[in-house]
Antibody
């Protein structure tokens, strides 16, 4: 069915940047939009934004506008999420996901089909 | 933004029990409602999509229902593997939003 394999844990100081990668494998996932979700310690899941590899369109949650960049290298089927001006509140596990579109009872459905294993980003001085 | 509210935030149950988790959206989302199971140290996994449809490989003891603003996830005959945190998520509009989660513990 496919797999999303993310890069390893990162530690950064406040104000620095981090770039997390997500290797996509499996033909069924190629071309699906990539999303990023994070979970801070003890908190719920927070959607950050998405990248559509078919047309390069990005959509970011307002909270992350100007601080996050989502891209994809289509030659290697690897998605990237880069966040700048890191602060301690950005300490979280970051997940890449693929969004699948299908139909349920003849009605459109959109859902996160697969998740990467998560990448812990720790921001600490 | 569409707010998703789950209840209860936590519950305890015995193996073999049946439990229901509720998810309410702040506005109508049609049937754009999905459920995920999350275990510590692992990535969340899709359980139910489009309110009703069971993802491939998910046991039939899981079921979803609802429409508009009110949705439920029911797990019948709880198994030891079911104790986890459950999240609802709407894909009706961006930003995509999740419920705060329901932690299901073994009693």
């Amino acid at each position: 069915q496919g797999q999303l394999v993310q890069s390893g844990a990162e530690v950064r100081k406040p104000g620095a940047s981090v770039k997390v990668s997500c290797k996509v494998s499996g033909y069924t996932l190629i071309g699906l939009s990539r999303h990023w979700v994070r979970q801070a310690p003890g908190k719920g899941l927070e959607w950050m934004g998405s990248f559509d590899p078919k047309d390069g369109e990005t959509t970011y949650a307002q909270k992350f506008q100007g601080r996050v960049t989502m891209t994809e290298d289509t030659s290697t089927d690897t998605a990237y999420m880069e966040m700048s001006s890191l602060r301690s509140e950005d300490t979280a596990v970051y997940y890449c996901l693929t969004l699948k579109i299908s139909a349920v009872r003849a009605v459109r459905a959109e859902y996160f089909l697969l998740w990467g294993q998560g990448t812990l980003v720790t921001v600490s001085s | 933004d569409i707010q998703m509210s789950q209840s209860p935030s936590s519950l305890s149950a015995f193996v073999g029990d049946s439990v229901t988790i509720t998810c309410r959206a702040s506005q109508s989302i049609g049937n754009y409602l999905n459920w995920y199971q999350h275990k510590p140290g692992r990535a969340p996994e899709l359980l139910i999509y489009g309110t009703f449809a069971l993802h491939s490989g998910v046991p039939s003891r899981f079921s979803g229902s609802g429409s508009g603003t009110d949705f439920t996830l029911t797990i019948s005959s709880l198994q030891p593997d079911d104790f986890a945190t459950y999240y609802c998520q709407q894909s009706y509009a961006t930003p995509i939003t999740f419920g705060q989660g329901t932690r299901l513990d073994i009693k």
